[in-house]
C-alpha cells in the first residue's frame, strides 16, 4: 500500500516475494545493482547487505569480498553460525587460480564450524585448506594446519590421529 509518501509497503512478505519474483530478471539485477551503488554510499559498513545485493545482481567478485568482509564481522562479534554462511558464500563461486585465498577461506570456515560444534565438518574443510596449501608449497602453512588439525582431532577424541598431525606439523618446520 502507497503510506503517501511515494514509499510503499508490502502487507505481508508473501506479497513482497510474489511481486519480487514476478519482476523480469534484468530489471531485478539493475534494481540489486542501484541498491548496493546506494548501500556503498549510505552504509559501506553493511557488508552483508552488500554482498547480498552484488551476488543478486551478477557481481561475483564483488559479492565474494563482502561475503568475507561479513564472514570477518561476524567472527569479530562472535557470531560463528553467521560468518559460516558467509564464507560459505564466498567460497561457491572461488576462482581456480586463488589457490591460496580459497585456502584461507577454508581454513577460517573450518574454524568456525569446529567453534559451532560441526568438529567433524570442521576437519573436513580445516583437510581441504590443507590440501590447497600442500599444492602451492607453502611449509609454514602446511605446519600451521596440520597443529590445528592435530587440536580439532584431539578435541574429537582420536588421540592417535592427533599424534600424527602434530608430528607432521612438527617436521614441516623443525629445520
Do not use: M
Request: proline share 2%; with cysteine; glycine share 8%.
Amino acid at each position: 500500500s502507497d503510506s503517501g509518501d511515494g514509499l510503499y509497503a508490502f502487507s505481508h512478505h508473501l506479497v513482497q516475494e510474489v511481486v519480487y519474483e514476478r519482476t523480469l530478471h534484468p530489471r531485478r539485477v539493475g534494481s540489486h545493482r542501484k541498491l548496493a551503488a546506494a548501500i556503498l554510499t549510505l552504509r559501506p559498513n553493511d557488508t552483508a547487505g552488500l554482498a547480498y545485493h552484488f551476488e543478486r545482481a551478477g557481481d561475483g567478485v564483488r559479492a565474494r569480498e563482502y561475503h568475507l568482509r561479513a564472514a570477518e564481522q561476524s567472527e569479530a562479534v562472535y557470531a560463528y553460525e553467521e560468518a559460516v554462511e558467509h564464507y560459505r558464500a564466498a567460497l561457491a563461486g572461488w576462482p581456480a587460480e586463488d589457490r591460496a585465498g580459497r585456502a584461507k577461506a577454508y581454513h577460517r570456515l573450518g574454524d568456525c564450524l569446529h567453534l559451532v560444534g560441526q568438529t567433524q565438518a570442521g576437519l573436513e574443510i580445516l583437510t581441504r585448506a590443507l590440501e590447497e596449501v600442500e599444492k602451492e608449497g607453502d611449509a609454514a602453512a602446511c605446519s600451521t594446519l596440520e597443529r590445528e588439525i592435530a587440536w580439532v582431532t584431539w578435541e574429537a577424541g582420536d588421540g592417535a590421529a592427533a599424534l600424527e598431525h602434530a608430528k607432521r606439523a612438527y617436521e614441516l618446520v623443525k629445520d
